[in-house]
């Protein structure tokens, strides 16, 4: 027990000297927060830039329909033909000429509508012409039909439909995209924290066997000993770095708001585009608060309770292969064969649980996934945050799932550590699948 | 099928099944061993259980390491195959082969890095285990350090590793430092030393938890020649403290200078052991060294050389001084040495002993020639 506690100090504080590792540690967040701002700003910059259209409107059916609005507006000619027109939109640099010729019937106009812009144009602004056109499009045959302008107008509507639970809870719309995203993320953290340390533990195997102080140290501990020291180590070194990354990347996000203004504008901007959209139905505050509501209803305890259990189980499962895979290769451009094989379940619980567990968080691959125990720790989380029992995962599959980890875990740790025992005194060549095979043996 | 079986087999070795019914066996030999005792208390005779015990027991007290019939398996492969050895007390013990003998599998049944298929080792007079891990050193053949840390400070984690406080490592490691005069050395990095200076810190690292048992593999490979002697007194200086010693190698000039016993280990199997002085008389076969002052020397030797192997001759005329190697028929010399009294005047006569190198090379020959 003394030694286990001795190496994963060893590990611990090898790990976090390490200089690329401090770097890291603190660059990291620097430059995510910096990426982030940096978006945002050349976003803002890029939505300020309105374009400017040129109008150049024969015909009567037409008159000022084109308005100007947030990011486009228009410039009307009168007066000129289409040659003197086109001439001055490009004198002026504006971003196109739309040209509605004088006919006889509105469909004619429309099939001769022209837009004229010196590069292809912005499908954005298209889409916004093509709106106005196909609205007085509509307009007109309706007319022909009967119905006033005054009708007309009155028909637009807006609607989104309103949900509940069976109980009379009220729901809303996009809450179970938020809660998979809440279990995503936490998916997400365990793959994450599996590649990365994952890696970190095997190039640590990879060292010692290629400093050859591997045999140095084994005729002291135990093989066993000495990986799960280093994978404990590891973790520990690794979880610091987590910690922070979190704490620095919060304080970074926090300055960046406060003295750039940036995304607090973006997300009045937001905030005032759904209202606009959202006028018909239950007001802004009530959606708010329903979300809100949603969002404390989720059962963060457990959630945490079970990603900690998953993570563990998870990490350690996939750390010792990485550490066998260490032991079994001199170095580490051999690694990426048996690589692959770790990442293909990591891969594919993450790409399941992003499309299937989306939008059918119960369905028979999201239960399925969520049970297999590569999978699972990602997968599972994903389902977690709607609950245990009614109307969430339900009791027998979690239990399941968590008892075929544990196995697996002994399983995969008892395997990983024979081929670690045999491999870290193997020099030379790369073995095959088969010749680790034949180590289980030894 | 055969599968599932090895695994439980393999797991019954992993658990705690046999260390339990080891500890049943031993009680129960404990009392029964006992009873017996009282049993014959009143008789004269001390027979049976008894004698073997004690015989076993003075066998054990004056090795320091005993393995019986230790036999490996990797896969098809055969490393070692019922290897028997016992090694003295305060002794330095030449483990010799060629590569991929199985030298390195037996170090590291001994170091209880591998376990043995079948067999057993007794180190000091105990069935081997983890304990005695404290006792032993272990200068591995592949052998390196942490390359980003510093000299110190692994020189204390792997003191530690074997048991020793951090305290008393510190303490032993001063001093070792000094002796072997890399005292500015602490702070380094390895990255910055050559590998004679990285095996010199490996050396005290071995050596510093002051075992009862040594085990060096080519321990003087790396070193240049002033810091191989200065390492061969300090193992000499070991052992005059009661150390005892394993010095595994295939270099055979240290083997002549260090050891007092050897075994060989040729293709998985011990094929020689024994005290190096005792097979040296084994192995030798009347060869003599004679030099004499001779008038006609071409003309003994060409007569000589028809009765007798003759070899290495040479025949200064200058001085008429004969030199020759000669394989004598039997244990008798007197006869043919009057002989040769007879044809000139004999300044020398020296008895051949062969070196380690030539039995190992020998005896490893023969052993080819006769499969």
């Known amino acids: ?442 | 099928m055969r599968y599932i079986d090895f695994v439980n087999i393999n797991f019954l070795f992993h658990s705690n099944f046999f260390p339990i019914l080891e500890f049943i066996l031993r009680v129960g030999f404990f009392f029964s061993a006992n009873s017996l005792k009282l049993l014959t208390k009143n008789h004269k005779k001390e027979y049976g259980l008894k004698q073997l015990y004690i015989f076993g027991k003075k066998a054990y007290m004056n090795n320091i390491l005993v393995t019986k019939e230790v036999t490996k398996h990797f896969g098809k492969h055969i490393a070692l195959h019922n290897v028997s050895l016992e090694i003295p007390r305060n002794s330095i013990y030449g483990l010799l082969g060629p590569n991929g003998a199985g030298k390195t599998t037996l170090i590291r049944i001994i170091n209880q890095i591998t376990h043995p298929d079948k067999g057993s080792v007794f180190f000091d007079g105990e069935k081997l285990k983890a304990e005695h891990i404290a006792q032993i050193g272990y200068l591995p053949e592949e052998r390196g350090l942490y390359k980003s840390m510093k000299v110190g400070e692994q020189a204390l984690y792997l003191a530690q590793l074997k048991g020793l406080s951090k305290s008393e490592a510190k303490k032993r490691l001063k001093f070792w430092f000094e002796r072997l005069e890399i005292g500015n050395w602490w702070d380094k990095k390895i990255q910055e030393l050559s590998k004679g200076m990285a095996q010199k810190i490996q050396f005290i690292v071995t050596v510093l938890h002051e075992p009862k048992l040594l085990i060096f593999d080519e321990p003087f490979s790396g070193f240049d020649p002033i810091n191989a002697n200065i390492i061969k007194d300090e193992i000499l200086k070991l052992k005059e403290k009661g150390t005892s010693i394993i010095f595994s190698t295939h270099r055979m000039e240290s083997v002549e200078e260090l050891c007092e016993y050897i075994a060989l280990i040729h293709k998985s199997q011990k094929i020689l052991d024994g005290k190096l002085s005792d097979i040296k008389k084994a192995y030798k076969n009347n060869v003599y060294k004679i030099g004499m002052q001779v008038l006609n020397g071409e003309a003994l030797l060409g007569e000589l050389s028809g009765k007798f192997k003759i070899s290495a001759s040479d025949y200064n005329t200058v001085e008429q001084q004969l030199d020759f190697t000669m394989q004598f028929p039997g244990k008798e010399t007197g006869e043919i040495l009057s002989y040769l009294a007879s044809k000139g005047n004999i300044n020398s006569f020296v008895e051949t002993i062969p070196s380690a190198n030539e039995i190992f090379i020998k005896t490893v020959q023969s052993k080819n020639n006769n499969e």
Do not use: C
């Open chain 1, 1 to 442: 027990m003394n030694k286990l506690f001795l190496i994963i100090k060893r590990e611990y504080i090898a790990k976090v000297r390490n200089k690329s590792f401090v770097v890291m540690t603190f660059l990291s967040p620097i430059l995510m927060v910096g990426m982030g701002v940096l978006i945002a700003y050349l976003t803002k910059i890029n939505d300020n830039e309105k374009s400017i259209v040129a109008l150049l409107n024969e015909s009567d059916y037409f008159s000022n329909e084109f308005l100007t609005t947030e990011g486009t507006s228009f410039i009307h000619f009168n007066e000129i033909n289409l040659e003197a027109a086109k001439d001055s939109t490009l004198k002026m640099g504006y971003s196109g000429l739309l040209y509605i010729p004088k006919e006889s019937n509105l469909e004619q106009v429309v099939a001769r509508s022209f837009f004229y812009s010196e590069k292809s144009p912005n499908t954005s602004l298209i889409s916004r012409l093509e709106l106005v056109f196909r609205d007085r499009l509509r307009e007109k045959r309706l007319q022909n039909l009967g119905v006033s302008t005054k009708d007309f107008s009155a028909l637009k509507v807006n609607y989104a439909i309103n949900t509940a639970t069976f109980n009379g809870k009220q729901n809303v719309k996009g809450i179970n995209e938020i809660k998979a995203v809440i279990g995503g993320a936490f998916g997400y953290l365990i793959m994450m924290f599996i590649i990365i340390y994952g890696g970190f533990v095997m190039r640590s195997v990879i060292e010692e066997k290629t400093s050859r102080i591997i045999e140095i140290i084994i005729s002291s501990v135990k093989p066993f000993q000495l990986m799960l020291g280093k994978i404990l180590g590891t973790s520990l070194a690794g979880i610091t770095q987590f910690i922070i990354w979190i704490l620095l990347g919060s304080l970074l996000m926090l300055i960046a708001l406060f003295f750039l203004d940036i995304e607090f504008s973006a997300l009045q901007n937001g905030a005032e585009l759904a209202a606009s959209i959202n006028t018909a139905i239950p007001t802004v505050d009530q959606t708010m608060q329903v979300y809100a509501q949603e969002l404390l209803d989720i059962p963060w305890f457990t959630l945490i309770s079970f990603f900690i259990i998953y993570f563990l189980l998870g990490y350690l499962i996939y750390s010792s292969i990485y550490a066998a895979i260490g032991a079994a290769v001199d170095n580490e451009t051999d690694t990426q064969q048996f690589i692959f094989p770790i990442i293909l379940p990591l891969m594919l619980a993450i790409y399941v649980g992003f499309f299937s567990v989306f939008s059918n968080p119960h369905g028979p691959i999201a239960v399925g996934f969520s049970i297999f125990p590569l999978t699972s720790p990602i997968v599972m989380l994903m389902r977690l945050p709607s609950g245990i029992g009614e109307g969430g995962v339900p009791l027998w599959q979690l239990l399941t799932s968590i008892l075929l980890l544990i196995i697996t875990f002994i399983g995969i740790v008892w395997l990983a550590s024979k081929i670690y025992r045999v491999g870290i005194l193997m020099y030379g060549k790369k073995p095959t699948y088969k010749e680790i095979f034949n180590w289980l043996k030894y």
